[in-house]
């Protein structure tokens, strides 16, 4: 695992979210791997095509990305991240100070 990859206690959160793999079109590229890619890119703001090999094909992690974005896969997941923190809950702890704005 590299930095800005996905822990095992973040992808026990994620992995429950996301649709089986294969189904009509065969077997799909490992999840973990495309999530990480697209986190990649996200992160770095680079084109797809420089994607870095370690991640796939950058038309797959576009795709995926694409698909999860149209079907709210991707919108589970985003929620999931704002609730937990490499598995473990976020506790909020929110303070109001009408001094500063």
């Known amino acids: 695992m590299r930095r800005g ?3 095992d ?3 026990v959160v994620i992995a429950p979210l ?3 793999p294969g189904g009509a079109r065969g077997r799909w590229r490992d ?3 495309v999530i990480n ?3 990649w ?3 770095t703001g680079a084109p797809w095509r420089d994607l870095p090999e370690r991640f796939g094909p ?3 992690c576009h795709e995926r990305l694409r698909r999860w974005t149209a079907d709210g896969t991707w919108d589970r997941i985003l929620a999931a991240a704002q609730v937990h923190d490499d598995g473990t809950p976020v506790q909020w702890t929110i303070s109001i100070d009408s ?3």
Do not use: D, F, N, Y
């Open 9 to 11: 206690e973040a992808w």
């Open 41 to 43: 890119k996200l992160r």
């Open 58 to 60: 950058w038309k797959t």
């Open 5 to 7: 990859e996905l822990t």
């Open 99 to 101: 001094s500063i704005v």
């Open 31 to 33: 999840h973990r791997q």
């Open 37 to 39: 890619g697209i986190l």
């Open 18 to 20: 996301l649709p089986e």
